[in-house]
């Protein structure tokens, strides 16, 4: 028998011929590699990012302002102009359709005039700028044009009605969307919808004419185009021999859960607090009164609740009267919803209004009208100071620096000299409402906003294609 066995030659042949079957090729490692290395770079690679299409405005120093008075009350017809900056110079006037100047020296001017006024001030006059109208009875602060404005306690029967006015300062037409709430909801209005106000003309709408209702009222003028000021005149005329009287209702900047209507009146009168819901839910309203000791709830004076998108009235006579009210200067509201609040105080002879105002987070000024003036404070949020500044028709100093420190829960109220025209507020540490109580043949409350010292430049760029 032979041996059969492999020459050895051959084994080694195919042992390397084995291992090169297990190693791969170089087309099979590029093929794994080369995705596997796309992936990779793909994962480094970040894509650019989307631009944004819009941008945010910028703010800027405050070089253009306007302020509009309008229309007179009779014997209203002073105008007192100032500057929170003591700035002098000529400020530009439209009186009626007629285009005019006033020159601020040290910070202040005035003039007469019966006709709607809107007051312009540019560069160093911008910021600051403060014009009020007063006489026989009756003031109001010349707001400056407003995209929204709310109103509360109108009238529109034969003892009890309101006028609002349109004004709009520009060349351009205006328009506006007024809506209207009464005791059980919406009122349709056709003829206050889409409202247009050529330029340089005011409009004004009787609301006993153009939307009779023995219901109290509250009112939203929303402009959709252009600038426009608005105004209401009210007016309460009851059967009988009494004499109507009248008076500017200030508007108010927007509902709020927690407002403070600051200035109640001093006399023994007639005070009617109204409570506007625009909203779609019932809303609960509980009152407080403030003191310059604290804030509390008077006996008596339960919880109110306002129906979805409805008005409602309460008398606070017997509240605010006696004992009770010594030391009120101001009523706290604060509601589950959205409110708006305006108080009515009506004495022999004389109407005037308090509304819910605005916070003034650190400086506040005031053109003062003639008479016996007050500064009242109330809402602070937290422990701060008051600073208050005041002077004459000459410009000079007649409250140099009065320092006042002011707390939560409680009210300040601070004479000015009667010779006083124009006023500054500033709040250190802390933020509050503030409100002007004028008495001259009649009372007058004003609220005071924040001075304005920046406006928003928009940002505009070329389209992205």
């Not at 007469?112 to 003031?139: F, H, K, M, T």
């Not at 859960?257 to 007639?270: I, K, L, Q, R």
């Not at 009523?331 to 105080?345: H, S």
């Amino acid at each position: 028998m032979s041996d059969q066995t492999t020459p050895p030659d051959e084994g080694g042949r195919r042992r390397v011929a084995e291992a090169a079957r297990r190693r791969p090729s170089s087309l099979t490692v590029l093929a794994v590699l080369i995705p596997l290395l796309t992936v990779l770079a793909l994962a480094l690679v970040r894509p650019a990012a989307t631009p944004p299409a819009s941008h945010s405005p910028s703010d800027a120093p405050l070089d253009r302002s306007t302020a509009v008075c309008p229309p007179r009350l009779p014997g209203a017809d002073e105008l007192r102009l100032g500057s929170a900056g003591l700035a002098s110079g000529d400020l530009a006037l439209r009186v009626g359709r007629d285009d005019d100047t006033e020159a601020l020296v040290s910070g202040v001017a005035s003039r007469e005039e019966r006709a709607p006024v809107v007051v312009n001030g540019a560069g160093d006059l911008a910021p600051g700028l403060v014009v009020s109208r007063s006489g026989a009875g009756s003031a109001v602060g010349c707001d400056e044009p407003a995209p929204e404005r709310w109103f509360t306690g109108l009238g529109a029967s034969a003892e009890h009605t309101s006028t609002l006015t349109l004004v709009n300062p520009d060349k351009g037409p205006a328009v506006a969307d007024v809506t209207l709430w009464d005791g059980s909801g919406l009122v349709d209005v056709p003829a206050l919808r889409g409202v247009r106000v050529p330029g340089g003309r005011s409009t004004s709408f009787d609301l006993s004419e153009v939307a009779p209702n023995r219901d109290a009222l509250a009112a939203r003028v929303l402009v959709s185009r252009g600038r426009l000021s608005s105004s209401v005149v009210d007016v309460l005329d009851p059967v009988g021999r009494d004499e109507p009287v009248r008076e500017w209702l200030p508007g108010q900047a927007a509902p709020a859960s927690t407002s403070y209507v600051v200035g109640v009146g001093a006399t023994p009168s007639d005070r009617t607090l109204t409570l506007a819901n625009p909203g779609d839910s019932e809303v609960r309203v509980e009152l407080k009164l403030v003191s310059e000791e604290s804030e509390f709830a008077p006996s008596g004076l339960e919880e109110v609740r306002l129906a979805p998108a409805s008005v409602s009235e309460l008398d606070l006579a017997g509240v605010l009267r006696g004992r009770t009210a010594e030391g009120v200067q101001a009523i706290r509201v604060e509601a589950t919803g959205p409110v708006t609040a305006a108080l009515r105080v009506r004495s022999a002879g004389d109407l005037a209004f308090s509304v819910a105002g605005s916070v003034v987070a650190d400086e506040t000024a005031v053109a003062l009208p003639a008479g016996s003036k007050r500064v009242l404070v109330a809402g602070a949020g937290a422990g701060g100071v008051l600073l208050l500044q005041a002077w004459d028709a000459d410009g000079k100093p007649v409250v140099r620096e009065r320092r006042v420190e002011v707390a939560p829960a409680t009210a300040a109220r601070l004479r000015l000299p009667d010779e006083a025209v124009l006023a500054v507020v500033r709040l250190e540490r802390t933020g509050a409402v503030v409100s002007l109580e004028v008495s001259d043949r009649g009372l007058s409350v004003l609220p005071l906003t924040q001075v304005t010292t920046t406006s928003q430049v928009p940002d505009v760029r070329p389209a992205q294609r």
